[in-house]
């Protein structure tokens, strides 16, 4: 519902005239998405496996798609990669925060959210760069 208003231009109707999206996200916060994170290190750490959290790339120069424009979007992609951000300082896992460093550009993304061929190509570089960097993986032989 919000989707659709934020792109008709008529936002806030209905729900959203009695408490805005805004609101509704700082009253819910990511309560689940943090309980499930912190198991899913604690769970990888008792097998002796290292976690590698990643911060979410996204580009609001897509100005037209809520989902990525919207300050209620931004402030939640801000919120869950903060609270990555704090499970690995608290943890052993890793953080690879790809949302700070992947390049903005509209070349890289479709549609601000999911990326081209050339920003997956880009993102897989700069991971493979991470876990070598961080001895996660071994840099794979010169052919």
């Known amino acids: 519902i919000f989707l659709n208003q934020k792109r008709s231009g008529k936002y806030p109707r209905a729900m959203f005239r009695e408490k805005s999206a805004m609101e509704m996200l700082k009253l819910n916060p990511p309560t689940y998405f943090k309980r499930n994170i912190e ?22 120069r897509f100005d037209t798609f809520p989902i990525v424009a919207s300050e209620e979007y931004k402030f939640a992609y801000g919120e869950t990669d903060g609270i990555l951000k704090e499970i690995a300082r608290q943890t052993d896992a890793h953080l690879f925060d790809l949302g700070g ?40 032989a010169a052919k």
Do not use: C, W
């Open 39 to 60: 198991s899913l290190v604690a769970i990888a750490a008792q097998q002796k496996v290292k976690s590698v959290l990643m911060t979410f790339a996204y580009s609001e």
């Open 101 to 140: 460093l992947f390049p903005k550009d509209k070349k890289y993304f479709a549609d601000g959210r999911h990326m081209t061929i050339r920003g997956i190509g880009l993102k897989a570089r700069m991971i493979a760069d991470y876990l070598v960097r961080n001895g996660l993986i071994q840099k794979p």
